[in-house]
């Protein structure tokens, strides 16, 4: 809705005025016909019509389109106070109506006390309620109720104190039964926010087991790698000692042979001398050929690799694999470059 035109000063323009309501554009949108209202006039319009109000050119909501040249030099004119018809004399720019009517002395008030209902402005409500409420205080009864009375009830001669205690209790109960309303609104409140905090904690505890779980499982396996590191570092020989070449035959029936191999080379840090270039084993299966025969360890490095094939009495292969490791030990440290699998049959362990 826009405003009334005999709020401007001086002769409003026919372009500022609203199709509709014919007051200055509150807020004003354009059709896509060109056409310019009110946005509290043409929205509802829009979505119960589906037209432009003026051509009927059919029309949806989002084809509305703000108006800000428009807009700005509608809020540059002058307008008197919302309230002019309360006594008040000013005019404000459009754009600083609101400002002023936060702070406006002929705003409407009501008197603050109890059982008076005069709406006054607001720079005489403070000396209504002083010196000319008929509600204000003006001492207590004396005739042994012991309620306030006002100046009207003083005036009339007494308030009755059978009838103004039965209003008084009235209004206590009333207050009461407000109170409880709102507690337990209160407390229906605090009981979904518990509820909304206890599944937050549920859910922070089970991530947090869940985290839990997976390091320890983490710290499980790198002790078992500096288990194993230690045992290989404790068995290897030291510095200027002599490496001990050593033959080893796995057998199989299927499967693999029970290790796994990586590559390797000196480490940037290995500041002696020694080579670990090579390829070296990295893991044992407890069940594996490897660790039933015995001999072989974690990093031992594997010097060459032969497969032997033995044949049945028909001639023919029986399936039975062989393989010749030499293998030495090796002091210094190295890097890992890659890490394969465990090869399922001689030859793939040759080609690793």
């Known amino acids: 809705m826009g405003f009334e035109l005999d709020r401007f000063s001086g002769e409003v323009d026919p372009d500022f005025k609203c199709n509709l309501c014919n007051k200055v554009l509150e807020d004003p949108l354009t059709t896509p016909c060109g056409h310019v209202f009110c946005a509290g006039c043409v929205l509802p319009w829009v979505v119960q019509q589906g037209s432009c109000p003026v051509n009927c050119q059919r029309i949806s909501t989002k084809e509305l389109n703000h108006v800000l040249p428009l807009k700005s030099l509608i809020l540059k004119l002058d307008i008197k106070c919302d309230n002019h018809a309360r006594g008040c004399e000013a005019v404000v720019p459009l754009q600083h109506l609101g400002e002023h009517a936060e702070t406006c002395d002929f705003s409407p008030a009501k008197c603050r006390n109890r059982g008076c209902r005069q709406v006054l402005n607001l720079r005489d409500v403070e000396a209504h309620m002083r010196e000319r409420c008929e509600a204000r205080p003006a001492g207590l009864c004396e005739q042994g109720c012991g309620l306030v009375l006002t100046h009207g009830e003083r005036r009339a001669g007494g308030h009755g104190c059978l009838r103004a205690l039965r209003a008084h209790g009235a209004a206590l109960q009333a207050r009461a039964a407000a109170l409880e309303k709102a507690l337990k609104k209160e407390a229906l409140r605090a009981g979904k926010r518990e509820q909304s905090l206890l599944s937050r904690l549920a859910a922070a505890q089970l991530e947090l087991q869940v985290t839990a779980l997976r390091y320890q499982k983490r710290f499980t396996q790198y002790s078992a790698r500096l288990d194993a ?124």
């Open 229 to 352: 590191l230690a045992r290989a570092r404790a068995a290897s020989p030291g510095k200027g000692e002599e490496t001990k070449a050593l033959t080893l035959v796995l057998h199989r029936d299927s499967g693999s042979l029970g290790f796994n191999i990586i590559g390797g080379r000196p480490c940037v840090d290995n500041q002696d001398g020694s080579s670990s270039e090579g390829i070296f084993v990295s893991k044992i299966v407890d069940t594996g050929p490897a660790a039933k025969e015995g001999g072989l360890q974690i990093h031992d490095r594997i010097i060459e690799v032969r497969e032997y094939t033995a044949l049945s009495s028909a001639g023919s292969s029986s399936g039975l694999h062989m393989a010749r490791l030499l293998w030495v030990w090796e002091s210094g440290l190295w890097q890992t470059l890659s890490r394969t699998s465990v090869c399922e049959n001689i030859l793939g362990l040759i080609q690793c």
